[in-house]
């Protein structure tokens, strides 16, 4: 398996506009976690999904941010309009059902 | 909810000597112990994780201990080599919520 997908590993783009990063999970995970991680406030929890439901929004930062999972191998973090507050390290990362959690390479997003 | 404090926050050993990195988490009700490392513009990959019914576990020169009673685990890297240098992260979990400490950014130098 190709481990977990995430496009696109660099966004750069300027304030006021939508961004749309994509995660393809590793098959036959049933959960999957999006993070966001800052120097100053490391790896947070944003929201997961559970056999594409989501359980747990409540680390959205705001009603700007929102996420998707059509189906069990494709699922979407939009921001929208973007902040140049939200420029972070984006991590999507799965896991089947037990503990052992996967992560994928980050999407860097700068926003200017 | 859970919160995991790590330290230290960096960590500059020399080549072949030990280095520790410590964890606590406060709820007692977490059962599962990941350790991930981290690289430069990479992921967290997972190393090493332990659960709550288990005091010790070795992977080569890796190892993880955890004191239930204390709520707190460490990562033991032996016999330290210049590419264990990146950033280690500790986490813990109960049911599907996962906190993570704040890193540890290890040096190894040669």
């Not at chain 1, 939508?18 to 993070?35: A, M, N, Q």
Request: proline letters at 6%; aromatic letters at 10%; glycine letters at 6%.
């Amino acid at each position: 398996d190709a481990g977990v997908i995430q496009s696109p590993r660099h966004e750069v783009t300027e304030m006021g506009q939508e961004v749309t990063l994509r995660c393809k999970p590793i098959s036959g995970h049933d959960y999957l976690f999006w993070y966001r991680q800052t120097m100053m406030r490391g790896l947070e929890l944003l929201i997961y999904f559970n056999n594409n439901v989501p359980i747990d929004d409540s680390g959205m930062p705001e009603d700007r941010f929102s996420a998707k999972m059509p189906n069990a191998s494709f699922s979407t973090l939009k921001i929208q309009p973007s902040e140049p507050r939200d420029s972070a390290v984006y991590f999507c990362a799965s896991r089947p059902n037990n503990n052992e959690q996967f992560f994928g390479p980050g999407t860097r997003l700068t926003v200017l | 909810g859970e919160n995991v404090e790590q330290h230290p926050s960096t960590l500059s050993v020399q080549e072949g000597d030990s280095a520790v990195i410590k964890c606590t988490y406060s709820d007692s009700a977490s059962n599962y112990f990941p350790w991930y490392k981290q690289e430069l513009g990479k992921g967290p990959q997972l190393i090493i994780d332990i659960r709550s019914n288990v005091g010790e576990k070795k992977d080569q020169r890796i190892a993880v201990t955890l004191n239930k009673t204390a709520k707190h685990f460490s990562l033991h890297i032996t016999e330290t080599q210049p590419e264990d240098s990146a950033v280690y992260f500790c986490a813990a979990k109960k049911n599907n919520d996962m906190r993570f400490g704040a890193g540890t950014r290890l040096t190894v130098k040669p």
